[in-house]
C-alpha cells in the first residue's frame, strides 16, 4: 500500500472494508491448498520438492502474519485523530501549493511534457527545494514509464507517495526530545532575529508545564532591546520561572546564573533564549562557544538539545540559515515556525534533503496552542486532505 491510501485510511477509517479482507485471505487460503495439492503431484521430481514445500511454509507464514496484522488493526475504525491545528495551520498551503497541484490534474488529460514541466514548476514554487525536486521527478518520470501510467489522476496519489518517500523511509528521524534522566534537561534556542525564538520557548515552556515538569527560561538574549522583557512576559503568561539580567549584560553569565537555580531547585527544564545575529559569524560562533562552556561545566552531558528555529515563511533563505549555523555549532533539532503564514508549504522536505536534521515541532500560529510536535502524517493529511 502506498504512503497516501495509508495516510487515508489512518484518518478516514477507510482501510480495507473487512469483506474485502475476507476474500483477500480465502484466496490466500486456496492458494496455499493448490500449492499443497502440487506437492503430492509432483513427489517424482525429487529436486523441486524441497523447494516447494519451502515455498508453501512461508506461504503459511505470510497467512499467519495476514492473520495477526488484521487482529492489531481494527478495520474500520481510524487509527489517528486528525489535529485540528495542522489541519488549520496547513490552510494557505493547502489553497496554494496543494490546489495548484490538484488543478494540474483537471488542466491536463495526458500526462506529457508540459505536465511534467508544470509540475516541477509548482514544487519549486513550494519551496521543496530544486535537488529535491528534480530527483523526484526523475523518479516519477522513471514510474509513470514503468507503469505506462497516461491519465493524470492516476498520478496524484502517487505524486504524494514519491514526494514522501525520503521522510517516511528513515527512521533516524527523531521528533522526541533527548531528556535527561538524571537533572535539569536544557534546551539552547537558537536562530536568527524574529525568526520566532522567544516566542516558542513560552509555547513549548506551556506544553511542558502542563505535563507536569518544572520550567525555567533563561534570557540569553540581551542585545536585543525588550529581548528580555519579552521573554519575562511569556513566563508570566505561563506560569513559569524566569532569569534575566539587564540588556546588555553577558549572555554566559545568564546562562550561568539560570542553571545554578536549575540545579539548587531542581528544575525539570531549562530553555535558553539566544540572540542570532547571523550577520558577524564569528561573533556569534564565539558567543555560542562561550554559552557552551557555561552549560556543560554547570551540567555535563548538556545542552541536552540545541534547536534551530527556521521561519518557514522564509523559504530558500531559512535553509541557508540552518547550513550556516551548521558550521557554527551543532545542531539537534529543528523548529519550523510561521508554516500557517505561508502557502508553500514544501520547505520541510528541503530541509530533509538539503540539512538532514529533524524537525522537532512546528509552529503553526501565534497562540500557545499553536505549537506542535512534528509529525510527518499529521502534516500531509493536512495539506493534502481535500485529495482524500
Ligand atoms: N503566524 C505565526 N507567527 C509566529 C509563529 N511563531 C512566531 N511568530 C511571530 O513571529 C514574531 C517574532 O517572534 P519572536 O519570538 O520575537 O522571534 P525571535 O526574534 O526569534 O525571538 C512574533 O510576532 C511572533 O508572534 C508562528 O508559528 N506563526
Ligand atoms: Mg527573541
Do not use: C
Request: hydrophobic letters at 35%; proline letters at 3%.
Amino acid at each position: 500500500m502506498g504512503l497516501f491510501s495509508k495516510i487515508k485510511s489512518m484518518f478516514k477509517g477507510e482501510s480495507k472494508p473487512q469483506e474485502q479482507e475476507k476474500i483477500e485471505t480465502k484466496k490466500e487460503e486456496q492458494t496455499i491448498e493448490e500449492e499443497n495439492h502440487s506437492v503430492t503431484e509432483i513427489k517424482q521430481e525429487e529436486t523441486s520438492i524441497e523447494q516447494k514445500k519451502q515455498e508453501v511454509s512461508s506461504k503459511e507464514e505470510k497467512k499467519k502474519e495476514l492473520e495477526s496484522n488484521k487482529e492489531q488493526v481494527p478495520s474500520t475504525e481510524p487509527t489517528k485523530k486528525v489535529n485540528k491545528v495542522y489541519e488549520k495551520g496547513l490552510t494557505k498551503s493547502r489553497k496554494g501549493f496543494v490546489s495548484n497541484l490538484m488543478n494540474l490534474t483537471s488542466k491536463y488529460r495526458r500526462v506529457n511534457e508540459e505536465y511534467f514541466e508544470e509540475l516541477e514548476e509548482i514544487l519549486i514554487m513550494a519551496d521543496i527545494g530544486v535537488n529535491t525536486v528534480m530527483e523526484f521527478m526523475d523518479r516519477l518520470r522513471s514510474r509513470v514509464q514503468k507503469e505506462r501510467i497516461e491519465d493524470p489522476e492516476a498520478l496524484k496519489e502517487i505524486i504524494v507517495d514519491e514526494l514522501f518517500i525520503i521522510y517516511v523511509d528513515d527512521n533516524i528521524l527523531t521528533n522526541k526530545i533527548n531528556y535527561n534522566p538524571d537533572g535539569p534537561t536544557v534546551l539552547l534556542f537558537i536562530g536568527v532575529n524574529g525568526v520566532g525564538k522567544t516566542t516558542t520557548i513560552g509555547k513549548l515552556a506551556w506544553k511542558l508545564k502542563e505535563e507536569g515538569k518544572k520550567v525555567l527560561l533563561v534570557a540569553g538574549d540581551t542585545f536585543r532591546a525588550g529581548a528580555t522583557k519579552q521573554l519575562e512576559e511569556w513566563s508570566e503568561k505561563v506560569g513559569v520561572s524566569f532569569v534575566g539580567k539587564e540588556e546588555g549584560a553577558d549572555p554566559a553569565s545568564v546562562v550561568y546564573d539560570g542553571l545554578e537555580k536549575a540545579k539548587q531547585e531542581n528544575y525539570d527544564v531549562v530553555m535558553i533564549d539566544t540572540a542570532g545575529r547571523l550577520q558577524n559569524k564569528v561573533n556569534l560562533m564565539k558567543e555560542l562557544e562561550k554559552i557552551n562552556r557555561v552549560i556543560q561545566n554547570a551540567i555535563p552531558g548538556a545542552p541536552h538539545e540545541t534547536l534551530l528555529i527556521i521561519d518557514a515563511t522564509t523559504g530558500q533563505n531559512g535553509i541557508s540559515q540552518a547550513k550556516s549555523f551548521q558550521e557554527i555549532t551543532k545542531i539537534t533539532g529543528i523548529v519550523l515556525t510561521k508554516l500557517d503564514g505561508t502557502a508553500k508549504g514544501g520547505i520541510v522536505l528541503a530541509i530533509k534533503e538539503e540539512v538532514n536534521i529533524p524537525v522537532k515541532y512546528i509552529g503553526l500560529g501565534e497562540t500557545k496552542e499553536d505549537l506542535q510536535p512534528f509529525d510527518i502524517e499529521q502534516y500531509i493529511y493536512g495539506l493534502f486532505k481535500d485529495m482524500m
